[in-house]
């Protein structure tokens, strides 16, 4: 199975209160959920020309993590099908803590060909 980690402190720019998902300054869910979909790509061994885009995203944000707390995010392979990839992620604190758990899809994709049936905004 193909795994890769993150790993980043929380700093202010990263609470719920700086990325407006909450008013306390603690580790914001979208926050914790960008660090796991990153995890996610540096997971992914991909062709020339390709990347992954996200299309499905189950993650359980289990623990609070107040600034300076190292959090690593790890995402591992757990099915593909086709160009369809499923990983299962987690985000754990320096003492080991679960933060965060759960699922995410990303599908593979051709950069040029997904880009080209992308209408600019104002078109």
Same mark, same amino acid.
């Given at each position: 199975? #193909?795994?890769?980690?993150? &790993? %980043?402190?929380?700093?202010?720019? #990263? !609470?719920?209160?700086? +990325?407006?998902? *909450?008013?306390?300054?603690?580790?914001? !869910?979208?926050?914790?959920?960008?660090? $796991?979909?990153?995890?996610? $790509?540096?997971? =992914?061994? =991909?062709?020339?020309?390709? &990347?992954? +885009?996200?299309?499905?995203? #189950?993650?359980? %944000? =289990?623990?609070?993590?107040? /600034? *300076?707390?190292? +959090?690593?995010?790890?995402? &591992?392979?757990? %099915? !593909?099908?086709?160009?369809?990839?499923? @990983?299962?992620?987690?985000?754990?604190?320096?003492? *080991? &803590?679960? =933060?965060?758990?759960?699922? /995410?899809?990303?599908?593979?994709? #051709?950069?040029?060909? @997904?880009?080209?049936? /992308?209408?600019? +905004?104002?078109?």
């Amino acid at each position: 199975m #193909d795994t890769a980690s993150v &790993t %980043h402190t929380v700093n202010e720019s #990263d !609470t719920a209160v700086a +990325v407006g998902s *909450g008013d306390l300054p603690v580790l914001g !869910t979208p926050v914790v959920l960008a660090w $796991c979909e990153e995890a996610t $790509c540096a997971a =992914l061994e =991909l062709g020339p020309g390709q &990347t992954s +885009v996200g299309t499905r995203v #189950d993650l359980e %944000h =289990l623990a609070a993590s107040p /600034i *300076g707390t190292e +959090v690593t995010a790890t995402a &591992t392979v757990i %099915h !593909t099908d086709g160009r369809l990839v499923r @990983f299962q992620v987690a985000a754990l604190d320096a003492a *080991g &803590t679960l =933060l965060a758990s759960g699922e /995410i899809r990303r599908v593979i994709v #051709d950069r040029e060909r @997904f880009m080209s049936r /992308i209408s600019p +905004v104002g078109d």
